[in-house]
Structure formats: C-alpha cells, structure tokens
C-alpha cells in the first residue's frame, strides 16, 4: 500500500511533468503565433504588437523577444528600454554565449536552446529553455521559460 506522503511526492512529480510539457508547447505555440502576424502583417506591425507591455504577446513570464541576426533587440516583451541594444556578447550563467546560439539555431530555421539565466522572480540563477524561429534574413523571434 502506497503512503499518503508517496501519494503526493508522486502527485506533485506528475504536475511537474505535465507542467514541462504544456510550458514547452505554449511557448513554441507563442512564437508561431508571433510568426504568424508577421507574416500576415508584416515586420513593422509585429515588432510594435510584441513590445506592447500588457498585449497578446507578454503573458506573465512568457513573452516575445526579437533580435535582428547581429543581436541586436527589436522587440523585447513589452520593454521597450530594451530596443536598439545589442546583445551579441551577453554571457549567461556558466559563461554561455546565450544570443549567439539563439542566433545560430534560429539561422538553421527554428529550434530549442537551453541555458542558465537569471529568473526575475526567484531572483537566482535558473535553468532556462527558449524557442527560436527565423522570419526572414534580418529578424528572428523567440519566447523561452524557467524550468
């Protein structure tokens, strides 16, 4: 017979997973949405829909960054201090080159990348997983979260 305490452990590790996995296909559906009304709209229309603080593109934790392919920021989750800063040398934690690769991996299309970064609301170093996906030859956009 399982213990009450197994039966939660068991419960919470459950909710965990399928948190993951609802987490990985909102963002990735984040971004095709964004994708999307750029390619219905176009550029000028996307970009200023993303940097719309309370809009349909930041939700929470989740939102929409764009960098053109020398890293420099277009859009930045309703941030707009963030637009026109280029980003190509962040370094995340460990030392990780995060918007090269994010750069790198959305050249080849779209994909997934992983790293460590500081979460704003715990305030410590976390695991982080972003979304990435090309527009044209001079944007791409993305969308990650905290594992």
């Known amino acids: 017979m399982i213990s009450k305490i197994a039966k939660i452990g068991l419960g919470l590790g459950l909710c965990m997973t399928l948190s993951f996995a609802t987490t990985s296909d909102e963002a990735k559906t984040f971004v095709e949405k964004g994708a999307q009304l750029c ?3 176009g550029v000028d229309a996307c970009l200023k829909a993303f940097n719309v603080k309370e809009g349909e593109f930041v939700q929470g934790e989740l939102y929409i960054f764009a960098y ?21 040398n962040v370094k995340g ?14 050249k080849t299309g779209e994909g997934w990348v992983d790293y460590k970064w500081s979460n704003p609301t715990t305030k410590k170093i976390a695991d982080k997983t972003s979304y990435v996906k090309k527009i044209n030859d001079n944007l791409w956009i993305g969308a990650g979260y905290y594992k």
Do not use: S, Y
């Open 39 to 41: 390619a219905d709209k």
């Open 68 to 88: 053109d392919f020398k890293g420099t920021v277009q859009a930045f989750g309703g941030k707009p201090v963030m637009v026109g800063k280029n980003l190509i």
């Open 93 to 106: 934690a460990g030392g990780k080159m995060v918007i090269q690769e994010l750069i790198e991996t959305a």
